[in-house]
Nanobody
Framework: QVQLVESGGGLVQPGGSLRLSCTAS????????MAWYRQTTGNQRELVAN???????NYANSVQGRFTFSKNDAKPTVFLQMNRLQPEDTGVYYC???????????????WGKGTLVAVSS
């Protein structure tokens, strides 16, 4: 079974930085897409950043210029470098991936359990 495990969340002051990591493990033939989502108080779960198989990266307008999405294809692992964090960034951040377990299977969507990011003075 494929598993996604996030790490790197924590408590930081406004203006601080955190780096989130998400590693996929298990039976993996191909990773077609990976993404970071977040859910803040009173809001629906929203896309923060994602990368497609061709390497194109998209960012939510609210994090553009502050967050950087990167990846290591070998593990596979994705990262989210978050700079100049603000209180409105507070929430649970989830890793999401579209993964093909083996050559005979279709791709399926997987979610991590989330990691908490709290931005407060």
């Amino acid at each position: 079974q494929v598993q996604l495990v996030e790490s790197g969340g924590g408590l930081v002051q406004p203006g601080g930085s955190l780096r989130l990591s998400c590693t996929a493990s298990g039976t993996i033939f191909a990773v077609n897409a990976m993404a970071w989502y977040r859910q803040t108080t009173g809001n629906q779960r929203e896309l923060v950043a994602n990368v497609t198989r061709d390497g194109h990266i998209n960012y939510a307008n609210s994090v553009q210029g502050r967050f950087t999405f990167s990846k290591n294809d070998a593990k596979p692992t994705v990262f989210l470098q978050m700079n100049r964090l603000q209180p409105e960034d507070t929430g649970v951040y989830y890793c999401n991936a579209l993964i093909q377990p083996d050559i005979f299977d279709d791709s399926m969507e997987y979610w991590g359990k989330g990691t908490l990011v709290a931005v407060s003075s």
